[in-house]
């Protein structure tokens, strides 16, 4: 992979648009995880004490594209900027139409990139847009960095210089380790909301690990496949036979797939609700599974114990709740004591480690989610055919 960094760039008196990935995980109006926005925080440094006129832009959520809906606005994050930068960083919604006067060293934050019409189809019209407002571009979002989008890969053709930003290439060089020269055994822990879009991302990532551990609605397609009455729980009915293959494939190449033993269940996804354990045998019509059991900890914490490569994506149970969060926060901790190299990603498992405090057991935290698994599925992203084309 060949790509321009800042350090070849100078970036004095120049108008900077750095595309970062600021989609912070916000509940009742509250961010609850900054970890994306602090680990941008160097890059906003670095280009602004070099005398750059700083432009940020990022996505939160996915809005419907053309409209303005509050929820998604990315005020709570200039906020919070404001704050770690000790400045005021202007939150712009009309940059497209006026380009914000910027002195040397200024820094401003674009609204919402995903509120534009084209974004997400990665329209020409857009991209050209974005890349007349500056003289170099920087892509430095690692965690979008699977997206062909205007933002984080159209402008990339068209803006007169493009690099990549430092925390895209420190998340790239510290995945290729694993990739590499992965120590094994290697665990791979894969749960989280966003259940078709990682699923199907699970194939090769087996074929790399020695053993996959799926989380949330991710295991309860899996325990769908593997004949397991499932209840009310969240699970992806088109990616059943999908799944039944991949536990089949899993066999038939000496690799281990996890399920849960035991589960927490509800009759409902609420904070006050009352909750059982029970066997997955033994799940009822109206059950809805929201976190795994003792005995499937106890499981998932030995082979965690003895694995030389831990990766984890997405948390097991919906760890938001604390009647639920146990699971998440108990695999969180083998991990913190394990002696294996580990890497941790994604927005909900940002939120996992800064809510447990595990962060200082954790080799390397990365701001991917989606991103950081098809990096280690594939091998490549996206991003890179943009960034190499610009050399
Ligand atoms: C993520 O949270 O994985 C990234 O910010 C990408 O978000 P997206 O899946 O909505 O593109």
Partial sequence: MKYKTLEDIDLHGKRILIRLDLNVPIKEGKVMSTARIDMSLPTIRKV????GKVMLMSHLGRPTEGQFTKRYSLNLVADILSDCLGQNIPLIDDYLLNEPPLENGDVVLFENIRFNEGELENKESLSRQYASLCDVFVMDAFGAAHRTQSSTYGVGFFAKEVCAG?????EI????RILKHPLRPMVSIVGGSKVSTKLVLLDNMMKRVDTLIPGGGIANTFL???GIDVGNSVYEASLVEFS?????SARELGKNILLPEDVVVADRLAADVSVAVK???DIGMGDMILDIGPKTCEKYRKVIQASQTIIWNGPL???EFEVFSQGTREIGQAIFDS???????????LAAIEQNDLADGISCISTGGGAFLEFLESGTLPIFTMLEQSV
């Fill in 48 to 51: 602004s004490q070099a005398g």
């Fill in 166 to 170: 430092p925390l895209l290439v420190a």
């Fill in 173 to 176: 060089q510290a995945l290729s």
């Fill in 224 to 226: 769908v496949a593997s």
């Fill in 244 to 248: 039944a293959k991949l536990i089949q």
């Fill in 279 to 281: 066997p997955v045998s």
């Fill in 317 to 319: 149970g919906v760890f």
């Fill in 339 to 349: 002696n294996g190299y580990s890497v941790a990603g994604g927005g909900e498992t």
